[in-house]
């Protein structure tokens, strides 16, 4: 969470969402920061945010991003393999319930950390262009969870069994993507 006083913005920092980044290009600029993923009430009880406050939020689209926390998770050898498997990766869904079991915080649904009517949401998608409304320091930003496009990567790790669990968990999530997304 990062509270910049000059243009008056709450940035939330969404796991997963490039938030690690995000933060260290604002951080010397912040008046209030904290590295932690804490939800728009978790802050409202914790600091003193304006009320006339821009918040915002980075959204990613939620089977991409579920995969980046697996494909993360193998990368730190946090699980007993150390080649991503669609099968294992399947496993760990299902077992899960539509998210991955060892972390669930990291995972809780997107909108649960900013409501949809409370602040504006920013593609994941173009990040680069939007790190500049907040910002005079280049955002050094690449998506460095796999050298192969997740447009190659979801349908071989994703079945229908999956696919469908992940959707029904972040419908809410999928339908605000899409709506941001488009933009």
């Known amino acids: 969470m990062i509270y910049l006083a000059k243009s008056n913005t709450l940035f939330i920092n969404v796991p997963k969402n490039a938030s690690t980044s995000f933060s260290t290009l604002l951080r010397d600029d912040a008046n209030i920061y904290s590295d932690k993923h804490l939800t728009l ?90 790190a500049a409304k907040l910002s005079t320091k280049k955002l050094l930003w690449e998506n ?3 050298s192969i496009p997740y447009t190659i990567l979801l349908p071989k790790f994703y079945d229908t069994n999956t696919y469908n669990l992940v959707k029904q968990r972040y419908q809410t999530d999928i339908n605000l993507y899409k709506d941001i997304d488009k933009c």
């Open 41 to 130: 009430y978790e802050i409202e009880d914790i600091y003193t945010i304006p009320n006339n406050a821009s918040i915002v939020a980075i959204i990613r689209e939620p089977f991409e991003r579920l995969l980046s926390l697996y494909l993360y998770r193998v990368r730190q050898k946090r699980y007993d393999t150390c080649i991503p498997s669609p099968l294992d990766f399947r496993t760990r869904v299902l077992e899960g319930d539509g998210t991955l079991l060892d972390h669930p915080w990291q995972m809780r649904p997107q909108t649960d950390y900013l409501p949809v009517h409370r602040g504006t949401w920013w593609s994941y998608n173009k990040i680069n262009n939007l």
């Open 144 to 146: 460095k969870s796999t």
